[in-house]
């Protein structure tokens, strides 16, 4: 089954997952495999593998090879360049960069790694996806010549999910960047929801509590990403988080929308 269909099968009995992102270029490869391995038995829903900087393809094979070895959970690519490409992966978020003031990075960099999946990986699964980097941005958006928008600017926030939407981007990522001193507000998610109705809409950045994951499922985020807190907190945390990503969901699903619940035993 592709990742696609198996995830969004998974959204519609869940309400909202969680995806672990990591970086193989800030960890040795036995502490990725330990911090994968520790992401599935937290209940992470999928494994993003990527970085801004210092990925290339023989990296990635190998980290990728040595998790798939002990994990079952899907492996994504979120490259940040067409050097963050693999085989070895089960599919790759085929994004673009909807704010960058960098044409590159809104199709330039696609039209590249377009030919590239055609050539070399074409059993590698594409999921185009409309990125939006908002807030302080992050590496991610220095790195991509992104312009973020502030969280304030809700209606310019939405306008953009808006284009994404129109566009017929399947999935829409609103992301903070990593390590964010504070998450994608509640207010924004459930706004950019509205908005877009049943395209995925994923929330990522700044993300370290249980209640913010809680608030921002509730609101409206189906996948929920989280990277910097899986590298420096104890694992007791990532399950915490993924449990409340997953009972906001469950919530959501049962009509029951008041954000200021915070994640409460079943």
Request: no cysteine; glycine share 10%; proline share 5%.
């Amino acid at each position: 089954m592709a990742v696609f269909e198996l995830l969004t099968g998974k959204l519609l009995e869940m309400g909202a997952l969680h995806f672990s992102l990591l970086d193989p270029d800030k960890v040795t490869l036995e502490k990725f495999v330990e911090l994968a391995k520790g992401a599935e038995k937290a209940g992470s829903d999928a494994i993003m593998i990527g970085g801004s900087y210092g990925v290339n393809e023989n990296t990635l094979d190998d980290y990728i090879e040595a998790v798939k070895r002990e994990v079952k959970l899907p492996i994504i690519l979120f490259p940040g360049s067409v050097a963050g490409l693999s085989r070895k992966a089960d599919a790759v978020l085929f994004l673009s960069v909807l704010n960058s003031t960098d044409p590159y990075y809104i199709i330039g960099a696609q039209v590249q790694a377009a030919v590239l999946i055609a050539k070399r990986y074409r059993n590698l699964e594409t999921i185009p996806m409309a990125y939006i980097i908002v807030g302080e941005g992050g590496a991610a958006g220095f790195a991509s010549y992104a312009k973020p928008i502030p969280y304030h600017m809700e209606d310019v926030i939405v306008a953009y999910v808006l284009a994404a939407h129109y566009l017929g981007f399947p999935l829409i990522y609103i992301e903070a960047g990593s390590g964010a001193r504070e998450p994608v507000p509640p207010s924004v998610v459930a706004k950019a929801k509205r908005a877009v109705g049943n395209r995925v809409l994923i929330v990522g950045g700044g993300i370290r509590s249980p209640e913010a994951a809680y608030s921002i499922a509730l609101a409206g985020a189906d996948v929920i990403v989280t990277g910097t807190v899986i590298e420096e907190s104890p694992a007791v945390v990532l399950k915490d988080i993924v449990d409340a990503v997953h009972k906001g969901g469950r919530r959501r699903l049962n009509g029951m929308t008041n954000t200021s619940s915070g994640p409460k035993a079943s």
